[in-house]
């Protein structure tokens, strides 16, 4: 006689695994029945999305959803991209109109950036766009925001980048790796500038129009009128100014304790030029002007450019 089944025996746990082995694991914020598409990132998540989304939001997929089926009609399968979650999902949250959290590093941002630019997505590049240039990318990586919007042809955004590159030092071996990847055509205006504004700085700085006691010949004490001035504090400190220019071109080494102590009034070649007197018996007059010789340099740091000219970039729209 045969056993009496017992229909309310709990399943097998091994028939439990392979039924769970076989259960799409849907990112449950892309999991709707009626989506037509399904994409596998690279770590196996599945997203459902919706094939008129696509089709409108990136030109590959309306490429891809246009071609004609093959043998046999369209597959199930789904469409295996090679990126993890990290950039698949928020890509396609910006593509079906969902909320995305804040970028917290540029390496996330750039990679969905490229994602998005493979996928010919120009919505979702133009809302990745503002947070390029947000101020904690800006101020800690400078040089890779600059490389990411000359690369896309963002022009404001690489004009913006290019001013925050002027406190670094390119020729530092730390930027030569992200210099190296930057094409010529952006690379070049780049290193113009900073280039640029050593050069103009140290015209001005030799022009007598400007700095009359410094750079006049001759030019006689101002007291005395007799004794011609020996500029030799004059020209280290000039030499000194130009020397911090290269290593951060935005001057603010200059700017920094120009009137006290700090930055560049605790300078040796600042100190021997304010103390500079003439040498004649009787006179020791001041040489320099310090207060009048200060504020030149300072208008002249004011005057040097801080971007880069963009003729040579196409903004994307």
């Known amino acids: 006689m045969a056993a009496v089944q017992d229909d309310n025996r709990k399943p097998d746990t091994h028939e439990q695994s392979v039924s769970c082995a076989h259960t799409p694991a849907y990112h449950p914020a892309f999991a709707a029945p009626d989506a037509e598409i399904v994409i596998a990132s690279s770590?196996?998540?599945?997203?459902?999305?919706?094939?008129?989304?696509?089709?409108?939001?990136?030109?590959l997929f309306k490429t891809l959803l246009s071609l004609p089926p093959p043998p046999g009609g369209h597959t199930t399968e789904p469409i295996a991209i090679h990126e993890p979650d990290a950039v698949v999902e928020p890509?396609?949250?910006l593509m079906c109109g969902l909320a995305t959290t804040p970028w917290t590093s540029l390496d996330e941002l750039s990679a969905v950036l490229s994602l998005a630019q493979n996928w010919d997505a120009p919505g979702p590049i133009a809302s990745l766009r503002p947070a390029l240039t947000s101020h904690k990318f800006?101020?800690?990586d400078p040089l890779r925001v600059?490389?990411?919007?000359s690369h896309f042809g963002f022009r404001p955004e690489?004009?913006?980048?290019?001013?925050?590159?002027?406190?670094?030092?390119?020729?530092?071996?730390?930027?030569?790796?992200?210099?190296?990847?930057?094409?010529?055509?952006a690379a070049l205006p780049l290193l113009r500038l900073h280039r640029s504004r050593r050069d103009a700085l140290r015209d001005m700085l030799d022009s007598p129009e400007r700095f009359l006691a410094g750079n006049g010949q001759p030019f006689h004490c101002s007291a005395c009128a007799i004794t011609p001035l020996e500029n030799r504090t004059w020209r280290e400190l000039k030499h000194r100014v130009l020397r911090e220019?290269?290593?951060?071109?935005?001057?603010?080494?200059?700017r920094d304790g120009m009137w006290g102590e700090g930055g560049m009034g605790s300078w040796p070649e600042a100190k021997a030029c304010w103390a500079a007197v003439c040498v004649k018996v009787g006179c020791a007059a001041t040489n320099y002007d310090r207060p009048a010789t200060i504020k030149q340099i300072r208008t002249c740091l004011e005057g040097l450019s801080v971007t880069v000219e963009v003729d040579w970039l196409l903004d994307t729209k």
């Open 43 to 59: 770590e196996g998540t599945l997203y459902r999305v919706h094939a008129y989304t696509l089709r409108t939001t990136s030109g």
């Open 91 to 93: 890509l396609l949250r």
């Open 138 to 140: 800006l101020t800690t």
């Open 146 to 149: 600059y490389a990411l919007a």
């Open 158 to 185: 690489t004009q913006l980048a290019s001013t925050h590159t002027l406190s670094l030092n390119l020729f530092d071996t730390a930027h030569a790796d992200i210099l190296a990847g930057i094409p010529a055509t």
């Open 245 to 254: 220019l290269d290593v951060c071109a935005n001057g603010d080494a200059l």
